[in-house]
Protein backbone atom coordinates (compact mmCIF):
# COMPACT_ATOMS: atom_id res chain seq x y z
CA UNK A 1 0.00 0.00 0.00
CA UNK A 2 0.97 3.61 -0.68
CA UNK A 3 1.96 5.64 2.38
CA UNK A 4 2.18 9.47 1.78
CA UNK A 5 3.91 12.28 2.61
CA UNK A 6 6.15 13.93 4.94
CA UNK A 7 4.32 15.55 7.29
CA UNK A 8 7.07 18.62 7.64
CA UNK A 9 4.77 21.43 5.03
CA UNK A 10 6.62 21.98 1.67
CA UNK A 11 8.32 24.88 1.41
CA UNK A 12 5.45 26.94 -0.84
CA UNK A 13 3.88 30.15 -0.50
CA UNK A 14 1.98 31.12 2.42
CA UNK A 15 -1.77 31.28 2.46
CA UNK A 16 -4.19 33.83 3.94
CA UNK A 17 -4.36 31.50 7.50
CA UNK A 18 -0.16 31.66 7.39
CA UNK A 19 -0.11 27.81 7.03
CA UNK A 20 1.26 26.74 3.80
CA UNK A 21 -0.56 26.07 0.20
CA UNK A 22 -0.65 22.17 -0.63
CA UNK A 23 -2.39 19.48 -2.21
CA UNK A 24 -4.38 17.02 -0.66
CA UNK A 25 -3.85 13.61 0.06
CA UNK A 26 -7.02 11.92 -0.51
CA UNK A 27 -8.16 8.35 0.74
CA UNK A 28 -10.52 8.94 -2.41
CA UNK A 29 -8.09 9.07 -4.37
CA UNK A 30 -5.52 6.63 -2.85
CA UNK A 31 -7.63 4.21 -0.75
CA UNK A 32 -11.31 4.34 -2.53
CA UNK A 33 -12.37 0.68 -0.98
CA UNK A 34 -11.12 1.71 2.70
CA UNK A 35 -13.43 4.48 2.37
CA UNK A 36 -16.52 2.14 1.24
CA UNK A 37 -15.60 -0.28 4.10
CA UNK A 38 -15.91 2.60 6.63
CA UNK A 39 -19.26 3.31 5.32
CA UNK A 40 -20.30 0.21 5.52
CA UNK A 41 -19.18 -0.15 9.06
CA UNK A 42 -20.80 3.10 10.12
CA UNK A 43 -24.21 2.12 8.46
CA UNK A 44 -24.32 -1.77 10.02
CA UNK A 45 -26.54 -0.94 12.69
CA UNK A 46 -30.11 -0.38 11.73
CA UNK A 47 -32.97 -0.62 14.46
CA UNK A 48 -36.52 1.32 14.85
CA UNK A 49 -35.69 3.88 16.80
CA UNK A 50 -38.63 5.16 19.09
CA UNK A 51 -39.81 8.15 17.01
CA UNK A 52 -39.23 7.02 14.08
CA UNK A 53 -43.18 5.94 13.87
CA UNK A 54 -43.93 9.67 14.60
CA UNK A 55 -41.15 11.43 12.04
CA UNK A 56 -42.78 9.22 9.33
CA UNK A 57 -46.26 10.23 10.22
CA UNK A 58 -45.85 13.87 10.81
CA UNK A 59 -43.68 13.93 7.69
CA UNK A 60 -46.72 12.52 5.58
CA UNK A 61 -49.05 14.46 7.21
CA UNK A 62 -47.00 17.63 5.91
CA UNK A 63 -47.42 15.96 2.41
CA UNK A 64 -50.76 15.03 2.69
CA UNK A 65 -51.96 18.16 3.67
CA UNK A 66 -49.42 20.79 1.85
CA UNK A 67 -48.38 22.93 4.69
CA UNK A 68 -46.91 22.43 8.24
CA UNK A 69 -48.69 21.40 11.00
CA UNK A 70 -48.13 24.47 13.38
CA UNK A 71 -50.92 23.26 16.69
CA UNK A 72 -50.62 19.80 18.00
CA UNK A 73 -53.19 17.67 17.16
CA UNK A 74 -52.26 14.54 18.96
CA UNK A 75 -51.82 14.79 22.69
CA UNK A 76 -54.58 15.77 25.04
CA UNK A 77 -52.36 17.14 27.80
CA UNK A 78 -51.67 20.22 25.19
CA UNK A 79 -54.23 20.22 22.34
CA UNK A 80 -53.58 23.07 20.06
CA UNK A 81 -50.29 24.05 21.50
CA UNK A 82 -48.03 25.70 19.10
CA UNK A 83 -45.85 22.97 17.57
CA UNK A 84 -42.25 24.37 16.79
CA UNK A 85 -40.79 21.55 14.53
CA UNK A 86 -37.21 22.50 13.47
CA UNK A 87 -37.06 18.60 12.31
CA UNK A 88 -39.82 18.78 9.71
CA UNK A 89 -37.88 18.74 6.25
CA UNK A 90 -36.11 15.62 7.49
CA UNK A 91 -39.43 14.03 8.70
CA UNK A 92 -40.49 14.80 5.08
CA UNK A 93 -37.22 13.28 3.60
CA UNK A 94 -37.89 10.05 5.51
CA UNK A 95 -42.27 10.17 4.86
CA UNK A 96 -40.65 10.37 0.80
CA UNK A 97 -38.63 7.82 1.56
CA UNK A 98 -40.78 5.40 2.96
CA UNK A 99 -43.58 6.49 0.61
CA UNK A 100 -41.38 5.19 -2.44
CA UNK A 101 -40.07 2.14 -1.19
CA UNK A 102 -40.88 1.27 2.22
CA UNK A 103 -38.31 0.35 4.76
CA UNK A 104 -35.67 -0.54 2.06
CA UNK A 105 -36.53 3.10 0.81
CA UNK A 106 -35.11 4.19 4.83
CA UNK A 107 -32.32 2.32 4.30
CA UNK A 108 -31.52 3.89 1.35
CA UNK A 109 -31.55 7.34 2.44
CA UNK A 110 -29.56 6.34 6.01
CA UNK A 111 -27.03 4.83 3.58
CA UNK A 112 -26.86 8.01 1.61
CA UNK A 113 -26.50 10.40 4.81
CA UNK A 114 -23.67 7.63 6.55
CA UNK A 115 -22.13 7.66 3.30
CA UNK A 116 -21.90 11.61 3.23
CA UNK A 117 -20.50 11.73 6.82
CA UNK A 118 -17.55 9.20 5.85
CA UNK A 119 -16.92 10.99 2.74
CA UNK A 120 -16.49 14.20 4.14
CA UNK A 121 -14.26 12.55 7.43
CA UNK A 122 -12.12 11.20 3.90
CA UNK A 123 -12.26 14.31 2.43
CA UNK A 124 -11.56 16.62 5.95
CA UNK A 125 -8.09 13.79 6.61
CA UNK A 126 -6.80 14.40 2.77
CA UNK A 127 -6.31 17.97 3.85
CA UNK A 128 -4.34 17.66 6.40
CA UNK A 129 -1.67 15.47 4.50
CA UNK A 130 -1.53 12.81 6.90
CA UNK A 131 -0.15 9.48 5.31
CA UNK A 132 -2.88 6.62 3.95
CA UNK A 133 -2.60 4.63 6.63
CA UNK A 134 -3.22 7.13 9.55
CA UNK A 135 -5.93 8.46 7.84
CA UNK A 136 -7.53 4.77 6.77
CA UNK A 137 -7.14 3.90 10.48
CA UNK A 138 -8.72 6.83 11.61
CA UNK A 139 -11.79 6.71 9.24
CA UNK A 140 -12.30 3.27 10.24
CA UNK A 141 -12.15 4.31 13.95
CA UNK A 142 -14.38 6.86 13.38
CA UNK A 143 -17.11 4.37 12.20
CA UNK A 144 -16.90 2.09 14.43
CA UNK A 145 -17.72 5.18 16.76
CA UNK A 146 -20.26 6.88 15.45
CA UNK A 147 -21.84 3.56 13.96
CA UNK A 148 -24.55 3.21 16.84
CA UNK A 149 -25.99 7.04 16.09
CA UNK A 150 -26.68 6.63 12.83
CA UNK A 151 -30.00 5.54 12.73
CA UNK A 152 -33.41 6.42 11.20
CA UNK A 153 -33.35 10.05 12.91
CA UNK A 154 -32.72 13.64 12.05
CA UNK A 155 -29.81 13.76 13.54
CA UNK A 156 -28.09 11.64 10.76
CA UNK A 157 -28.52 14.84 8.71
CA UNK A 158 -26.51 16.60 11.43
CA UNK A 159 -23.65 14.74 11.07
CA UNK A 160 -23.61 14.67 7.92
CA UNK A 161 -23.62 18.61 7.85
CA UNK A 162 -21.47 18.77 10.42
CA UNK A 163 -18.75 16.39 8.92
CA UNK A 164 -18.97 18.81 5.62
CA UNK A 165 -18.63 21.63 7.58
CA UNK A 166 -15.21 20.13 9.43
CA UNK A 167 -14.32 19.13 5.47
CA UNK A 168 -14.81 23.05 4.51
CA UNK A 169 -12.80 24.32 7.53
CA UNK A 170 -9.91 21.74 7.06
CA UNK A 171 -9.62 22.92 3.86
CA UNK A 172 -9.21 26.52 5.06
CA UNK A 173 -6.67 25.65 7.80
CA UNK A 174 -4.27 23.68 5.78
CA UNK A 175 -4.72 25.29 2.24
CA UNK A 176 -6.93 28.49 2.77
CA UNK A 177 -9.00 27.69 -0.40
CA UNK A 178 -11.48 30.62 0.75
CA UNK A 179 -14.87 28.43 0.10
CA UNK A 180 -16.48 28.67 3.66
CA UNK A 181 -18.90 30.73 2.09
CA UNK A 182 -20.79 27.72 1.22
CA UNK A 183 -21.22 27.27 4.93
CA UNK A 184 -24.15 29.93 4.80
CA UNK A 185 -26.74 27.79 2.51
CA UNK A 186 -25.71 24.90 3.97
CA UNK A 187 -27.07 26.31 7.44
CA UNK A 188 -30.14 27.64 6.06
CA UNK A 189 -31.33 23.99 4.80
CA UNK A 190 -29.57 22.21 8.31
CA UNK A 191 -31.76 24.92 10.50
CA UNK A 192 -34.48 23.15 8.73
CA UNK A 193 -33.83 19.75 8.88
CA UNK A 194 -32.85 19.18 12.96
CA UNK A 195 -31.92 21.76 16.04
CA UNK A 196 -28.35 20.03 15.96
CA UNK A 197 -27.61 23.44 13.24
CA UNK A 198 -26.28 25.26 16.65
CA UNK A 199 -23.55 22.85 17.25
CA UNK A 200 -22.78 24.53 13.09
CA UNK A 201 -22.52 27.90 14.58
CA UNK A 202 -20.78 27.40 17.56
CA UNK A 203 -18.22 25.52 15.63
CA UNK A 204 -17.90 28.32 13.08
CA UNK A 205 -17.23 30.64 15.83
CA UNK A 206 -14.99 28.45 17.79
CA UNK A 207 -13.17 28.45 14.30
CA UNK A 208 -12.95 32.55 13.83
CA UNK A 209 -11.97 33.05 17.41
CA UNK A 210 -9.23 30.75 17.48
CA UNK A 211 -8.11 31.97 13.72
CA UNK A 212 -7.71 35.26 15.34
CA UNK A 213 -5.47 34.07 18.27
CA UNK A 214 -3.23 31.87 15.66
CA UNK A 215 -2.94 34.91 13.44
CA UNK A 216 -2.12 37.11 16.07
CA UNK A 217 0.70 34.82 17.30
CA UNK A 218 1.73 34.65 13.63
CA UNK A 219 1.35 38.54 13.01
CA UNK A 220 -0.10 38.13 9.38
CA UNK A 221 -2.90 40.20 9.86
CA UNK A 222 -7.05 40.06 10.53
CA UNK A 223 -7.86 39.90 6.75
CA UNK A 224 -8.55 35.92 7.31
CA UNK A 225 -9.98 36.38 10.54
CA UNK A 226 -12.49 39.04 9.11
CA UNK A 227 -13.54 36.46 6.32
CA UNK A 228 -14.40 33.50 8.52
CA UNK A 229 -16.59 36.02 11.36
CA UNK A 230 -18.27 37.63 8.38
CA UNK A 231 -19.47 34.04 7.53
CA UNK A 232 -20.05 33.29 10.79
CA UNK A 233 -22.45 35.60 11.31
CA UNK A 234 -23.95 34.82 7.65
CA UNK A 235 -24.53 31.35 8.92
CA UNK A 236 -26.56 32.56 12.08
CA UNK A 237 -28.65 35.05 10.08
CA UNK A 238 -29.44 31.79 7.54
CA UNK A 239 -30.75 30.17 10.14
CA UNK A 240 -33.63 32.09 9.99
CA UNK A 241 -34.59 30.99 7.13
CA UNK A 242 -37.49 28.57 8.83
CA UNK A 243 -40.80 28.56 8.67
CA UNK A 244 -40.51 29.18 12.22
CA UNK A 245 -37.73 32.08 12.10
CA UNK A 246 -36.70 32.98 15.68
CA UNK A 247 -39.39 30.46 16.69
CA UNK A 248 -36.51 27.67 15.58
CA UNK A 249 -34.06 28.94 17.95
CA UNK A 250 -36.71 29.21 20.82
CA UNK A 251 -37.19 25.71 20.11
CA UNK A 252 -33.65 24.57 20.07
CA UNK A 253 -32.72 26.76 23.50
CA UNK A 254 -35.96 25.53 25.10
CA UNK A 255 -34.25 22.10 24.96
CA UNK A 256 -31.15 22.89 26.16
CA UNK A 257 -32.09 24.33 29.06
CA UNK A 258 -34.85 22.31 30.07
CA UNK A 259 -33.87 20.25 33.59
CA UNK A 260 -36.24 17.36 33.17
CA UNK A 261 -34.35 16.62 29.57
CA UNK A 262 -31.43 15.06 30.84
CA UNK A 263 -33.71 13.39 33.81
CA UNK A 264 -35.85 11.50 31.20
CA UNK A 265 -33.96 10.80 27.98
CA UNK A 266 -30.67 8.95 27.18
CA UNK A 267 -29.28 10.44 24.59
CA UNK A 268 -28.88 13.51 26.87
CA UNK A 269 -27.33 11.61 29.95
CA UNK A 270 -23.45 12.40 30.95
CA UNK A 271 -20.66 10.13 28.29
CA UNK A 272 -19.17 8.93 31.61
CA UNK A 273 -22.94 7.84 33.29
CA UNK A 274 -23.60 5.98 29.95
CA UNK A 275 -20.19 4.10 29.95
CA UNK A 276 -21.15 2.59 33.50
CA UNK A 277 -24.55 1.67 32.22
CA UNK A 278 -23.21 -0.11 29.23
CA UNK A 279 -20.99 -2.22 31.30
CA UNK A 280 -24.37 -4.71 31.60
CA UNK A 281 -24.89 -4.57 28.36
CA UNK A 282 -22.12 -6.75 26.85
CA UNK A 283 -18.80 -6.59 25.55
CA UNK A 284 -19.71 -5.12 22.07
CA UNK A 285 -21.84 -2.14 23.94
CA UNK A 286 -19.18 -1.21 25.94
CA UNK A 287 -16.59 -1.19 22.84
CA UNK A 288 -18.59 1.41 21.13
CA UNK A 289 -18.62 3.73 24.43
CA UNK A 290 -14.99 3.08 24.73
CA UNK A 291 -13.75 3.94 20.98
CA UNK A 292 -14.65 8.00 20.87
CA UNK A 293 -12.77 7.45 24.56
CA UNK A 294 -10.09 6.32 23.26
CA UNK A 295 -9.87 8.60 20.21
CA UNK A 296 -10.11 11.76 22.43
CA UNK A 297 -6.91 10.56 24.44
CA UNK A 298 -5.16 9.85 21.40
CA UNK A 299 -5.97 12.93 19.95
CA UNK A 300 -4.97 14.88 23.57
CA UNK A 301 -1.47 12.66 23.87
CA UNK A 302 -0.23 12.92 20.12
CA UNK A 303 -1.06 17.31 20.04
CA UNK A 304 1.06 16.85 23.39
CA UNK A 305 4.19 15.05 21.94
CA UNK A 306 3.45 17.13 18.30
CA UNK A 307 1.99 20.39 19.03
CA UNK A 308 1.88 22.70 15.98
CA UNK A 309 -0.02 25.60 15.93
CA UNK A 310 -1.26 25.62 12.19
CA UNK A 311 -4.55 23.75 12.91
CA UNK A 312 -4.75 25.23 16.51
CA UNK A 313 -8.89 26.19 15.03
CA UNK A 314 -9.47 22.73 14.22
CA UNK A 315 -8.16 21.73 17.33
CA UNK A 316 -10.10 24.51 19.65
CA UNK A 317 -13.23 23.04 17.60
CA UNK A 318 -12.09 19.13 18.48
CA UNK A 319 -11.97 20.32 22.73
CA UNK A 320 -15.18 22.28 22.59
CA UNK A 321 -16.86 18.93 21.23
CA UNK A 322 -15.01 16.67 23.26
CA UNK A 323 -16.16 18.92 26.10
CA UNK A 324 -19.90 18.70 25.20
CA UNK A 325 -19.66 14.87 24.70
CA UNK A 326 -18.82 14.68 28.15
CA UNK A 327 -22.06 16.84 28.74
CA UNK A 328 -24.16 14.68 27.07
CA UNK A 329 -23.61 11.16 24.77
CA UNK A 330 -25.55 12.73 21.94
CA UNK A 331 -22.94 14.74 21.24
CA UNK A 332 -20.27 12.16 20.89
CA UNK A 333 -20.37 12.08 17.17
CA UNK A 334 -19.74 15.12 17.05
CA UNK A 335 -16.90 15.28 18.98
CA UNK A 336 -15.52 12.40 16.63
CA UNK A 337 -15.92 14.10 13.70
CA UNK A 338 -14.34 17.20 14.41
CA UNK A 339 -11.13 15.25 16.44
CA UNK A 340 -10.91 12.94 13.04
CA UNK A 341 -8.88 15.11 10.97
CA UNK A 342 -6.50 16.59 13.40
CA UNK A 343 -6.08 13.28 14.80
CA UNK A 344 -4.61 11.67 11.78
CA UNK A 345 -2.49 14.42 11.31
CA UNK A 346 -1.20 15.17 14.94
CA UNK A 347 -0.80 10.93 15.14
CA UNK A 348 1.17 10.81 12.33
CA UNK A 349 3.62 13.66 13.42
CA UNK A 350 3.82 12.35 16.53
CA UNK A 351 4.56 8.12 15.83
CA UNK A 352 7.13 10.14 13.22
CA UNK A 353 9.08 11.96 16.45
CA UNK A 354 8.41 9.01 18.52
CA UNK A 355 10.47 7.00 15.92
CA UNK A 356 12.69 9.80 15.45
CA UNK A 357 12.25 9.89 11.50
CA UNK A 358 9.95 11.16 8.75
CA UNK A 359 7.15 10.13 6.65
CA UNK A 360 8.42 9.80 3.55
CA UNK A 361 7.18 8.95 0.06
CA UNK A 362 7.04 5.20 -0.68
CA UNK A 363 6.88 3.53 -3.91
CA UNK A 364 3.41 2.77 -5.16
CA UNK A 365 1.66 -0.08 -6.16
CA UNK A 366 1.67 -1.24 -9.67
CA UNK A 367 -1.68 0.08 -11.38
CA UNK A 368 -2.41 -3.45 -11.61
CA UNK A 369 -2.49 -4.25 -7.62
CA UNK A 370 -3.89 -1.04 -6.58
CA UNK A 371 -7.28 -1.99 -8.82
CA UNK A 372 -7.28 -5.80 -7.78
CA UNK A 373 -6.54 -4.37 -3.71
CA UNK A 374 -9.56 -1.74 -4.30
CA UNK A 375 -12.05 -4.24 -5.87
CA UNK A 376 -11.90 -6.58 -2.70
CA UNK A 377 -11.83 -3.89 -0.46
CA UNK A 378 -15.43 -2.78 -2.30
CA UNK A 379 -16.42 -6.45 -2.50
CA UNK A 380 -15.94 -6.64 1.46
CA UNK A 381 -18.01 -3.67 2.08
CA UNK A 382 -20.72 -5.00 0.26
CA UNK A 383 -20.85 -7.99 1.58
CA UNK A 384 -20.95 -6.30 5.04
CA UNK A 385 -24.14 -4.79 4.02
CA UNK A 386 -25.52 -8.13 3.19
CA UNK A 387 -24.51 -9.76 5.74
CA UNK A 388 -26.24 -6.48 8.07
CA UNK A 389 -29.85 -7.19 6.74
CA UNK A 390 -29.62 -4.29 4.48
CA UNK A 391 -31.41 -5.44 1.75
CA UNK A 392 -33.96 -6.65 3.87
CA UNK A 393 -37.35 -4.80 3.69
CA UNK A 394 -37.88 -5.17 7.47
CA UNK A 395 -36.71 -3.14 10.72
CA UNK A 396 -35.96 -4.48 14.07
CA UNK A 397 -36.45 -2.52 17.21
CA UNK A 398 -34.31 -2.97 20.16
CA UNK A 399 -37.27 -1.78 22.36
CA UNK A 400 -40.23 -3.44 23.73
CA UNK A 401 -43.55 -1.70 22.06
CA UNK A 402 -47.02 -2.08 23.49
CA UNK A 403 -47.87 -4.44 20.43
CA UNK A 404 -50.05 -6.54 22.00
CA UNK A 405 -51.82 -4.03 23.94
CA UNK A 406 -52.43 -2.12 20.82
CA UNK A 407 -54.08 -5.24 19.34
CA UNK A 408 -56.34 -6.06 22.29
CA UNK A 409 -57.97 -1.97 22.03
CA UNK A 410 -58.30 -2.23 18.63
CA UNK A 411 -59.96 -6.10 19.25
CA UNK A 412 -62.45 -4.51 21.52
CA UNK A 413 -62.54 -1.24 19.67
CA UNK A 414 -61.54 0.32 23.19
CA UNK A 415 -60.33 4.40 21.71
CA UNK A 416 -59.26 7.79 23.82
CA UNK A 417 -56.68 9.48 25.95
CA UNK A 418 -54.11 7.15 26.68
CA UNK A 419 -51.63 7.92 29.13
CA UNK A 420 -48.52 5.65 28.40
CA UNK A 421 -45.06 5.10 28.77
CA UNK A 422 -42.80 7.91 26.99
CA UNK A 423 -41.23 5.74 24.33
CA UNK A 424 -44.56 4.55 23.41
CA UNK A 425 -45.95 7.86 22.16
CA UNK A 426 -45.26 8.37 18.36
CA UNK A 427 -45.33 4.25 17.89
CA UNK A 428 -49.30 5.05 19.72
CA UNK A 429 -49.73 7.85 17.22
CA UNK A 430 -49.21 5.58 14.19
CA UNK A 431 -51.30 2.95 15.18
CA UNK A 432 -53.77 4.39 17.58
CA UNK A 433 -54.72 7.72 15.66
CA UNK A 434 -57.19 9.61 14.74
CA UNK A 435 -59.61 7.46 17.28
CA UNK A 436 -57.05 8.06 20.11
CA UNK A 437 -54.76 10.69 21.18
CA UNK A 438 -51.78 10.52 23.94
CA UNK A 439 -50.73 12.39 26.80
CA UNK A 440 -46.91 13.07 25.52
CA UNK A 441 -44.58 11.74 23.30
CA UNK A 442 -40.76 12.09 21.52
CA UNK A 443 -41.83 15.55 20.04
CA UNK A 444 -40.93 16.82 24.12
CA UNK A 445 -39.92 20.23 24.49
CA UNK A 446 -40.75 21.49 20.67
CA UNK A 447 -44.69 20.65 22.01
CA UNK A 448 -45.69 20.22 25.73
CA UNK A 449 -45.06 22.72 28.37
CA UNK A 450 -43.31 22.27 31.11
CA UNK A 451 -45.82 21.81 33.81
CA UNK A 452 -46.95 18.98 31.76
CA UNK A 453 -43.24 17.11 31.85
CA UNK A 454 -43.24 17.45 35.37
CA UNK A 455 -46.46 15.85 35.98
CA UNK A 456 -45.37 12.78 33.55
CA UNK A 457 -42.08 12.75 35.32
CA UNK A 458 -44.04 12.66 39.45
CA UNK A 459 -46.12 9.82 37.93
CA UNK A 460 -43.60 7.70 35.87
CA UNK A 461 -41.14 8.26 39.00
CA UNK A 462 -43.85 7.48 41.56
CA UNK A 463 -42.97 10.70 43.54
CA UNK A 464 -44.78 13.05 45.97
CA UNK A 465 -47.23 14.77 43.65
CA UNK A 466 -47.58 11.65 40.97
CA UNK A 467 -51.42 11.71 41.48
CA UNK A 468 -52.10 15.17 40.11
CA UNK A 469 -51.74 13.70 36.90
CA UNK A 470 -55.02 11.24 37.28
CA UNK A 471 -56.81 13.96 38.60
CA UNK A 472 -56.11 16.99 36.11
CA UNK A 473 -56.25 15.31 32.90
CA UNK A 474 -59.05 12.89 31.40
CA UNK A 475 -56.88 10.01 31.07
CA UNK A 476 -59.16 7.13 29.32
CA UNK A 477 -56.76 4.68 29.81
CA UNK A 478 -53.15 3.86 31.09
CA UNK A 479 -50.42 2.04 29.18
CA UNK A 480 -47.13 0.86 30.99
CA UNK A 481 -44.73 -1.57 31.11
CA UNK A 482 -44.20 -4.19 34.04
CA UNK A 483 -41.20 -2.53 35.95
CA UNK A 484 -42.37 1.45 35.69
CA UNK A 485 -42.71 2.84 38.95
CA UNK A 486 -46.09 4.14 37.83
CA UNK A 487 -47.44 0.79 38.21
CA UNK A 488 -47.31 1.43 42.18
CA UNK A 489 -49.48 4.21 41.82
CA UNK A 490 -52.30 2.52 40.09
CA UNK A 491 -52.17 -0.67 41.71
CA UNK A 492 -53.56 1.13 45.20
CA UNK A 493 -55.58 3.19 43.35
CA UNK A 494 -59.28 2.02 43.67
CA UNK A 495 -60.83 3.93 40.62
CA UNK A 496 -58.45 2.52 38.49
CA UNK A 497 -58.67 -1.47 37.21
CA UNK A 498 -56.28 -3.91 35.15
CA UNK A 499 -57.79 -4.99 31.78
CA UNK A 500 -55.22 -6.72 29.47
CA UNK A 501 -51.49 -7.98 30.53
CA UNK A 502 -48.62 -9.35 28.85
CA UNK A 503 -44.87 -9.59 29.40
CA UNK A 504 -44.22 -6.10 28.09
CA UNK A 505 -47.08 -4.28 29.43
CA UNK A 506 -49.62 -3.71 31.23
CA UNK A 507 -53.38 -1.81 30.17
CA UNK A 508 -55.19 -0.17 32.89
CA UNK A 509 -59.00 1.71 32.27
CA UNK A 510 -61.02 3.37 35.25
CA UNK A 511 -62.97 1.07 37.23
CA UNK A 512 -66.33 2.94 36.26
CA UNK A 513 -65.38 2.38 32.34
CA UNK A 514 -67.30 -0.07 29.93
CA UNK A 515 -63.59 -1.42 29.01
CA UNK A 516 -63.89 -2.85 32.93
CA UNK A 517 -66.36 -4.79 32.26
CA UNK A 518 -65.02 -7.18 29.65
CA UNK A 519 -65.47 -10.86 30.40
CA UNK A 520 -61.96 -12.52 31.58
CA UNK A 521 -60.09 -9.07 32.31
CA UNK A 522 -57.18 -8.70 33.07
CA UNK A 523 -56.70 -10.78 29.59
CA UNK A 524 -53.33 -12.23 29.84
CA UNK A 525 -51.85 -11.71 25.68
CA UNK A 526 -49.24 -11.93 24.05
CA UNK A 527 -46.53 -9.26 22.84
CA UNK A 528 -44.99 -9.88 19.53
CA UNK A 529 -41.82 -8.93 18.42
CA UNK A 530 -42.43 -4.91 17.32
CA UNK A 531 -40.91 -3.97 13.56
CA UNK A 532 -41.45 -1.12 11.96
CA UNK A 533 -43.77 -0.19 10.91
Not at 173 to 200: C, D, E, K, Q, V
Not at 489 to 518: C, F, G, M, Q
Request: aromatic letters at 10%.
Amino acid sequence: MTIVASMTAPTSSVNAGGGSIRRSVSLWRRMPGGVLIAIAIADSLRYADPDLWGHIWFGSAVLRLGHLVLHDPYSYSAPGHIWLNHEWLSEVIEALAFEAAGVFGLKLMKLAMTAATMGFVALAEGESQAPIFAQLSVLLASALAIAPSMQFRPQIFTFALFAGLMALLARDTYRSALRLWIAIPALAIWANLHGGFIMGIAALGIYAVAVVARDTIRRVGIGHAAMVAGVTLGGIAATLATPYGFGTWRAVSHALRNPYTRIVIVDWQPLLGSLEMSLGNGIIELAYRIIPLAMMAATAIAVAISPDLEDLPLLAIGGVMCTAAFVAVRNVPLAVLAISAPLARHGAMAAARLRSRSYHEEPSETARGWAISQMVFGAAAFTMLIASGFFSNRLTSREHYPSGAVAFMKSHDLRGNILANFLWGEYLIWHMSPGSKVFIDGRYDTVYPRDVLLQFMLFHFDQPGRGAILAKWPNDYIMLPPDDRANRVLNRHPEWKLIYRDKNTRLYAPASSPAATIPGIPIAGVNPPTSFP
